[in-house]
């Protein structure tokens, strides 16, 4: 029980300030609307379809462009972590590009594949790609020596010694990339969807703040704060149930 | 000599630290018959896992051979197995997968009957799907005693095999390993710092200094097994034993001081 109130003291506080806020009227409506109007617009968007309808459409987004991460990251990250070879080959480059801020290849990419679908896509594959690509290089690297010494002393061969020691003592680290990259590629759909789209959760808000609706802008942003959470917890659990050795201690 | 005989003859290894070289082992050389049971006792980081591992063919040696039935040893090979002081067992695999690991070449039903014979060996029967984390440290070095065995290697080596366990599951497994030698019997190779391990269960007795590596003294115990821990020929052979590594009084003194 104390450590219910000691999770929830905090959400609760900013609730109860927000509604002493805007009960006084301390600031105006547009800048910071009450809590009321806030879910009246939650419920009419809901109720309207509206809302699922851009959720859906960030979500597909995510999902296209993290599948396609996740796939290539973890393919190069194994080759980058056995080969010295392909490693040597690629990490200049890829060190290079990964110093650049996603939000910064925005332009680049909108001149290249225009403001549709595709540009999205390949932002959000920009983005989740790194951080599954360097945690799987990183998860092969950190294989014990002693278990490698165990593989040695069995004779097994060079794909036994990949798929019963390095790639499941990796695996962690992968979900960790993969958790890593998936709350990147949440994020930047919404910067991508502010900048240049004509739908989605990140358009919404935009679109919402030009036509002064701050209660939209807030509705969206809780959203992106909850769906952001939810996708994290998903991982959590993903990881708990497929690498239970790794959370005993 | 007779078949199956390991033979180290002239072993010396030096290893590489902050560039200066430390001479690990030195001019080291035993013959140990097919089915004995040797125990090496010396300092910690005396080289006797050095030793170990060069007989593995994990390790290469600067000089000298190891030869088994006349075989050179140069890398790992199935007719040597061995046991680490920490389980080792690979954590995302079962009891029973692990102790499969080494019978790659065997599938489908004799693989499955090997493995629940050495399980039943080292009585974790019943214990097949469970995971490394999920047994106790006795328990986890048992299923690895069992990983060893199903190549029925001629040689087992044990490195510090119970260090990490409690004082009374040590002296259990000390006689679980003596019940599996005699099932078995192949030639056991068992590294140990603790004097009461290697004579309780040694047919000899390797005593190693450390610094470098050498061989000081080979005891021979021929007294029975069950052997009795409180026998008075193994309180003396302990004291010999002790002397070795504190072999002048003013030495002793200075260590207790």
């Known amino acids: ?249 | 000599m007779s078949h199956n005989d390991l033979v180290i003859k002239n072993v010396s290894k030096t290893f590489e630290v902050n560039k200066s070289a430390v001479n690990v082992l030195d001019d080291v050389s035993i013959e140990i018959q097919s089915g004995e049971f040797i125990c090496i006792v010396g300092h910690s980081g005396c080289g006797k896992s050095t030793l170990l591992k060069i007989i593995a063919g994990l390790l290469e040696c600067n000089s000298g051979s190891v030869k088994l039935d006349g075989k050179v040893i140069l890398a790992p090979d199935t007719d040597v197995g061995m046991i680490f002081q920490e389980h080792r067992l690979f954590p995302w695999l079962t009891v029973e997968e692990n102790v499969a690991l080494g019978l790659d070449n065997i599938s489908g039903d004799k693989r499955d009957r090997i493995v629940a014979e050495y399980l039943e060996l080292v009585k974790l029967t019943g214990f097949e799907t469970a995971y490394p984390h999920q047994l106790s440290g006795g328990m986890a070095q048992r299923a690895s005693i069992a990983r060893s065995l199903v190549n029925n290697p001629k040689v087992l080596l044990l490195d510090e095999p119970f260090g990490a366990l409690d004082a009374l599951t040590r002296m259990q497994m000390q006689q679980e390993i003596l019940r599996i030698w005699e099932k078995e019997k192949n030639t056991m190779i068992l590294v140990t710092h603790d004097i009461d391990e290697a004579i309780y269960l040694g047919d000899r007795v390797v005593v190693i200094s450390s610094r470098p590596g050498r061989i000081l003294d080979i005891f021979q115990i021929s007294l029975q097994r069950p052997r009795d821990r409180a026998d008075a020929l193994l309180s003396n052979l302990k004291k010999a034993i002790y002397s070795c590594f504190m072999p002048a009084d003013h030495l002793a003194a200075k260590e207790m001081a």
């Open chain 1, 1 to 249: 029980m104390a450590r219910f109130t000691n999770y929830l003291f905090f959400p609760v506080m900013i609730f109860v300030s927000w509604w002493f806020v805007t009960e006084h009227e301390y600031f105006p409506a547009v800048i910071l609307p009450p809590m009321k109007a806030v879910s009246a617009s939650f419920l009419k968007q809901l109720e309207s379809g509206q809302l699922s309808q851009d959720i859906l459409v960030s979500l597909i987004r995510v999902a296209k462009g993290f599948s396609i991460a996740a796939i290539l990251g973890i393919f190069l990250g194994l080759l980058m972590g056995v080969s010295k070879t392909v490693n040597r080959f690629f990490v200049i480059p890829l060190n290079a590009i990964r110093q650049i801020p996603i939000i910064a290849w925005i332009p680049l990419i909108i001149l290249w594949c225009g403001i549709g679908e595709l540009s999205k896509v390949v932002i959000i594959v920009l983005g989740a790609f790194f951080p599954v690509l360097v945690n799987t290089v990183f998860g092969i690297s950190q294989v014990p020596k002693d278990y490698i010494e165990v593989g040695r002393m069995f004779r097994l061969s060079r794909w036994k010694m990949f798929t019963k020691i390095y790639l499941p003592s990796a695996i962690p680290a992968i979900f960790e990339g993969l958790k890593l990259g998936l709350s990147n590629s949440w994020t930047i759909v919404v910067a991508a969807e502010i900048i240049a789209a004509s739908s989605g959760i990140g358009y919404r808000i935009n679109d919402a703040r030009s036509l002064m609706q701050s209660e939209v802008v807030i509705v969206g942003i809780l959203l992106i704060g909850l769906i952001g959470l939810a996708l994290d917890q998903i991982f959590v659990w993903g990881s708990k149930l497929l690498t239970p050795w790794a959370h005993t201690k």
